[in-house]
C-alpha cells in the first residue's frame, strides 16, 4: 500500500502510470537494455498519454498540470526502468521547460507542440569536456555575425540529444564578456536554439555507458554552425540564470526518479526474502535480511516525503533560496539511498543479484549516475551549506 500526502487525482493518476509501465515497458525493458536500444514507439505512446505535457498549457497541447504529477510519472516509470525515466524527465525538464519558460511566442509556438505531443524530444547542451560542475567556464562560443550566431565548441552527457525524433538542443554559450560589480571581466553566457540537422552541429556517436543503456546520451559538437538571430532563448546574458532555474526543478524530479529506483529495491528484496528458503524457512526471517529491507522502507518514505514537499513548494510559487535548498536536500538524500538501496536489494538476492537476468542488475547499474547527473553530491552539499548560511567554496 502507498501512503503519501498526494491528493486522490494524484493517487489515480499514479494508477494509470504504473499500469502504462507494466504493461508498455516491463515486458521490452531487459531487451531493450541488452539491445542498447532508444524505443522510439514507446516515446509515441508516453506522448499519447500526455506525459510529456502534464506541465504545459493546453495551447500547447499539454494538460496544464502541476510539477507534482510530472514527480508521479517519473517516480513510476523509474520503478520499471530508470532509462525510461530518466527520458521523460530530461524531456520535460531539459527539454521543453526551458522553452516554456524563457521562449518568446514565435519559439513556443514553432517548437512545443512536437515536444508535448511526444512527436519530438529536445536536449540541453550545458556540460562541457572542462565544465560540468563548473558551468561558468563554458568554452562553447557564439558569435553574433550579419544576422546569424556562429557557434563553435563541445558539449557532452547530453540527454535525448542524438534521437531520430530529436528536433533540437538548447545550448549555452559564450556570447562575450561583461563587467562585473567588482570591476573584472566575466564570460556573458546566453542560451540558444540549435535545431537538429543545422550544418556544422553533429551529434556524435551515442556514449557505451555503464548504466541507462536505454537512454539517448550523445557528445555534441558545434563547427562553424549558424542558427538566425532570433534563436536566442530568453535575454543576451541571462544563460546561467536560466541554466539554474533550471537544475533547481530538475533535481527534485531527479529525486523523484531515485524514488522510483529505492521503491523497486524494495519490492525485489521483499519478494525474494519471502519466497527464497534456506535452512527450513524463508530468508525473510532471518534478522540479518529483514532488517536490511526495512531500512529500504525507511528510506523510501523519507526521501518521497522529501521530495514531494519540494514539488509542493514549486507548485505553491516558492521560489529562490527556500525552493533550492529544498531541491537539493531532496536530490542529495534520494540519490544517495537510491544506490544504498540498489546494494541492498543485491545483497538479499545474492548470486542472483549479480545475473543480468534479474532487473536488480540493471537498478544496480542505473542508480550511480543519480548522486552525479543535474548537480553531483558534493554540490548539492555545497549549497546546503550555503543556504545555511556557511561561507563555502
Known sequence: MTYSTLSAEHEAFRSVVREFARAEIAPHVAQWDRDHHFPVDLVAKMGDLGLFGLTAPEEYGGSGGDFTSLCVAIEELGRVDQSIGITLEAAVGLG??????????????????????????????????????????????????????????????????????TSLVTVTARTGTRTAADGTERPEIS???????????????????????????HPLSFEGCRVPEENLLGERGRGY??????????????????????????????????ERETFGGPIGRKQGVAFQI?????????????????????????????????????????????????????????????????????FYRDAKILEIGEGTSEVQRMLIARGLGLPVE
Not at 526495512?294 to 516525503?305: I, N, T
Request: aromatic residues 8%; contains cysteine.
Open 96 to 165: 521543453i521547460n526551458p522553452i516554456l519558460t524563457f521562449g518568446n511566442d514565435e519559439q513556443k509556438a514553432a517548437w512545443l507542440p512536437d515536444l508535448v505531443a511526444g512527436r519530438a524530444l529536445a536536449g540541453f547542451g550545458l556540460t562541457e569536456p572542462g565544465a560540468g560542475s563548473d558551468a561558468g567556464a563554458t568554452r562553447t562560443k557564439a558569435e553574433l555575425v550579419e544576422g546569424e550566431w556562429v557557434i563553435d565548441g563541445a558539449k557532452q552527457f547530453i540527454t535525448n540529444s542524438g534521437s531520430s525524433i
Open 191 to 217: 542560451t540558444i536554439v540549435v535545431p537538429s540537422g543545422t550544418p556544422g552541429f553533429v551529434a556524435e556517436a551515442a556514449y557505451d555507458k555503464l548504466g541507462w543503456h536505454i537512454s539517448d546520451t
Open 241 to 274: 540564470a536560466q541554466f539554474l532555474a533550471t537544475l533547481d526543478d530538475g533535481r527534485i524530479a531527479i529525486a523523484a526518479l531515485a524514488v522510483g529506483c529505492i521503491e523497486a529495491c524494495l519490492e525485489m528484496a521483499r519478494e525474494y526474502a519471502l
Open 294 to 362: 526495512a531500512d529500504l522502507a525507511v528510506a523510501a518514505r523519507a526521501a518521497r516525503a522529501l521530495t514531494y514537499e519540494a514539488a509542493a513548494m514549486k507548485d505553491a510559487g516558492v521560489g529562490g533560496q527556500e525552493l533550492k535548498q529544498a531541491a537539493s536536500i531532496a536530490k542529495l538524500y534520494a540519490t544517495e539511498q537510491a544506490v544504498t538501496a540498489t546494494r541492498i536489494a543485491t545483497q538479499v538476492l545474492g548470486g542472483y543479484g549479480f545475473m543480468e537476468e534479474y532487473p536488480v542488475a540493471r
